[in-house]
């Protein structure tokens, strides 16, 4: 009888490679602010383009964030969103107007408080028709992504009619509060103190979003949600509860972003919602369905790349987005940071 042979056991050496891969999406926008100051080549325009595309990134992401999570969770294509961006800017701006003592007066405190009224009155209004959206329009197609397209850009074309009914056809132009107006001079850079309130917006709404996924329960059963949905229903718990209240969440955040990409612009439209679902979409499928942090930093991609191209070569910023998407598909097909697999 021969003895068996001696086996050692061997660990596989992950090259350094494989090891930086996770990280890697977490370097695009250094190495894209780097090369922005390296084809600017004027360190103040170059900082006051970068605050610009980050302002901008904070608004999309805004804009962004609630559907990359109902497509990771609810697996519904919804091409309705922007009609909760379009609502909430309307329903935010409308309460700006009428709160013009308080928007006028040159204190930073009474114009935060305004724009605050403004954003929960428009994160409620969007909150409540994200509730009829999902229940009449969203719930009897799911599962059928054709369907999901046509029923969505319905109610879509249908929102922004009754937009034009209630507050007309016409452009709606304002100013942003007193205190808000004009910029801050650095050295020769100026940044808009609007921008820079944006920024801080953004940076909060990621924060408070991965504390509550990372951190809660709720937050625990929605990732779980995402990665398996039916062994979370399996454990018991009401997933489809969890569907509605994400979609509505996500609407409220839509709301929310409305608002801010309204007073970026100092002008609201009945399809503005439908003009920025190109960047919403571009930003939801580079980020990863399902990821918050991959949708933070597709915006942030999209806001610097645009600033940057538009100022180096205007006549290219009209595709530098596109250009990027396929980029980061041709890298990785799934995504930056992709939570689940396309369905």
Known sequence: ???????????????????????????????????????????????????????????????ASGLTLVFGLMDVINFGHGAFVSVGAFVGISVLLTLGHLTNAPSLGLNLLAILAAVLAAMAATASMGWAFERVIVRPVYGNHLSQILVTMGGLIITEQLIIVLWGPEEIYFTRPEALKGALTFGDAAIEKYRLVAVVVGLSVFAAMRFVLRRTKIGL??????????????????????????????????????????????????????????????????????????????????????NYVAFVEPKLALISNIALMVAILMWRPMGMIPVVKAK
């Open 1 to 63: 009888m021969t003895a068996a042979p001696e086996h050692a056991p061997t660990l596989a050496q992950i090259s350094l490679r494989d090891r930086l891969s996770p990280y890697a999406p977490l370097l695009l926008v250094p190495l894209l602010t780097v090369a922005g100051f390296v084809a600017v080549q004027n360190p103040a325009s170059w900082l006051t383009l970068t605050v610009s595309g980050l302002a901008m990134g904070m608004m999309i992401f805004l804009m």
């Open 221 to 306: 059963i929605v990732r779980a949600g995402v990665q398996n949905g039916e062994m979370v229903a399996a454990l018991g718990y009401r997933l489809r509860l969890v569907f509605i209240g994400v979609f509505i969440a996500g609407s409220a955040l839509a709301g929310l972003g409305g608002v801010m990409w309204g007073l970026y612009q100092e002008v609201i439209t009945a399809h503005m919602g439908n003009q920025a679902m190109i960047l919403i979409f571009i930003v939801v499928i580079i980020g990863g369905l399902g990821s918050v942090e991959g949708c933070f930093i597709g915006a942030l991609l999209i806001g610097l790349l645009q």
